[in-house]
């Protein structure tokens, strides 16, 4: 029966003629700060990840992998959309994502599908710890196509406080176990009901602050109270991923859930052992600590399990399940980042065709199949070209031993910056404008909304850093302005 199951499966993919039943249920997990040497299957000195270790050998494991930028609110931003952050307005942390992007969330449900959001939200222009979403705040996950939501503003620890559509819920446990837990809930409800589910689990974890339970750091006490704790956190989020995998067996429906985890930018300087197996940079930096990631795709009706070494990122995920379940162009809005990994399910493919481009600040980079240019100062700064297959820690600068390689890319990357900038300025949108304007992006604690529970919430662990501090001390809004 199973292989009868996997079979009508693969046809039905291979002819992009899927019924209702055919169908595949999606699951996007992604870890906050999680860097591409954290995994066991990658041998990491220290951490034991045998969740993700089961994930991979059942799925296709990517050897590069790409978030959409490197910090969390850009990766998110290009998740949904299938477009690179500042197209759709999302600089850095904390800036909104405009009400004009088109994302998966609202293309699967116009398909069919169920969808549900779960964890780290971060695209309604709020900075600071993570704090439960108003039902009327205008860009709250609903807004952009989830049907039901438990969510939080931004990064969330030990017994989050978080919203459920808008009701505040105070939640008991490690963060990672307690989205996961809405997630199966929200999974065995609607199993049922005819209808192929979407779900988006967004940890909190490993993002600082570090706060482990005591029985998952405890394999880590030789390490500094900050590493412990940030390894244990990872604990707890492997944990998770294993109930996750459980529950989708248990429901019978693992062979047809196509089931993505990446982390949503590099891993972070400071903790021991490295975070980033020897990649060059951490988070917030174009170099590939900053930028590549964890990644798997498991999908047991269609993917033969193996390590790819096929460049890919997360602006590939929307094309893919658009290419997939068969749905118009239009559901995307144009210009479109990432490609298609569907053919890749199936085969391997000898070169993407179509490179990787990342912006952040001043910084710019742009990925091929072989070779890396970046700059980390566009207005001033030089531009370093590295072989990615024979070098991939990036220590042997190229731009001068292959003026012409460099000379296309840096073409490349100016084109697309360019299109970036016109992106960014609303040019992709109806009359050539953003609208509603750009909100700033402020502190929640800040905004008039939150101010009747601040006496209450000075005493919360995760705020007390941020609402002791002097009035107005952490009041850094301002307009954005393009990075060209």
């Not at 800036?95 to 309604?124: C, D, M, P, S």
Request: charged share 20%; with cysteine; hydrophobic share 40%.
């Amino acid at each position: 029966m199973k292989h009868t199951i996997i079979l009508i499966a693969l046809l039905a993919f291979l002819r992009g003629q899927l019924s209702a039943a055919d169908k595949p249920n999606i699951i996007f997990v992604m870890a906050d700060d999680m860097g591409w040497g954290q995994t066991g299957y990658r041998n990491h000195p220290v951490l034991k990840t045998p969740n993700l270790d089961a994930m991979a050998a059942n799925g296709l494991r990517f050897e590069r992998f790409y978030a959409g930028g490197p910090v969390c609110s850009p990766t998110r931003a290009s998740m949904l959309t299938g477009r690179s952050h500042e197209r759709a307005g999302v600089l850095t942390h904390g800036y909104a994502l405009r009400l004009q992007e088109k994302t998966i969330a609202q293309a699967l449900k116009g398909a069919g599908y169920v969808t549900g959001h779960f964890g780290k939200w971060h695209l309604n222009g709020h900075k600071g710890p993570g704090v439960p979403i108003f039902a009327e705040d205008p860009r709250n996950p609903g807004a952009f196509g989830f049907d039901e939501w438990v969510s939080v503003s931004n990064f969330y620890d030990v017994d989050p406080l978080m919203s459920r559509a808008g009701k505040f819920e105070q939640m008991k446990g490690d963060s990672s176990e307690v989205a996961v837990a809405e997630a199966v809930k929200f999974l065995g409800k609607h199993k049922a009901g005819g209808k192929p589910m979407f779900a988006v689990i967004w940890y909190g974890t490993p993002h600082s602050p570090f706060k482990a339970l005591d029985a998952d750091k405890a394999s880590f006490s030789a390490l500094n109270e900050a590493s412990a704790n940030h390894y244990g956190e990872l604990v707890a989020m492997d944990r998770s991923i294993g109930t996750l995998r459980a529950k989708l067996r248990d429901l019978g429906v693992a062979q047809n859930t196509l089931l993505v985890f990446c982390s949503d930018n590099g891993g972070l300087p400071g903790i021991t052992p490295n975070t980033v197996g020897g990649l060059r940079g951490f988070k917030g930096s174009v170099f590939e600590g900053g930028i590549r990631v964890p990644g798997i795709i498991e999908w047991p009706a269609v993917i033969q399990p193996r390590v790819t070494s096929y460049p890919a990122c997360v602006m590939d995920l929307f094309p893919t399940v658009a290419d997939i379940l068969g749905l118009p162009a239009s559901v995307m809005l144009k210009p479109v980042d990432g490609i298609s990994l569907k053919p890749l399910f199936t085969r391997e493919l000898a070169s993407r065709g179509q490179p990787i481009g990342f912006r952040y600040t001043a910084k710019r980079a742009l990925v091929d199949d072989r070779y890396k240019l970046l700059t980390e100062n566009l207005g001033g700064g030089s531009f370093q070209l590295y072989d990615l297959q024979a070098d991939p820690n990036e220590t042997r600068d190229l731009s001068t031993e292959q003026p012409e390689i460099a000379a296309r890319m840096r073409k490349q990357l100016l084109d697309w910056n360019a299109s970036m900038d016109a992106s960014f300025a609303g040019k992709d949108y109806p009359g050539g404008k953003v609208s509603p304007p750009d909100p700033e992006s402020v502190s929640w604690f800040d905004t008039p909304a939150y101010q009747p529970f601040l006496a209450e919430w000075k005493e919360r662990w995760e705020y007390k850093s941020y609402l002791n501090r002097a009035p107005g001390e952490a009041k850094k809004g301002g307009k954005k302005k393009a990075n060209k």
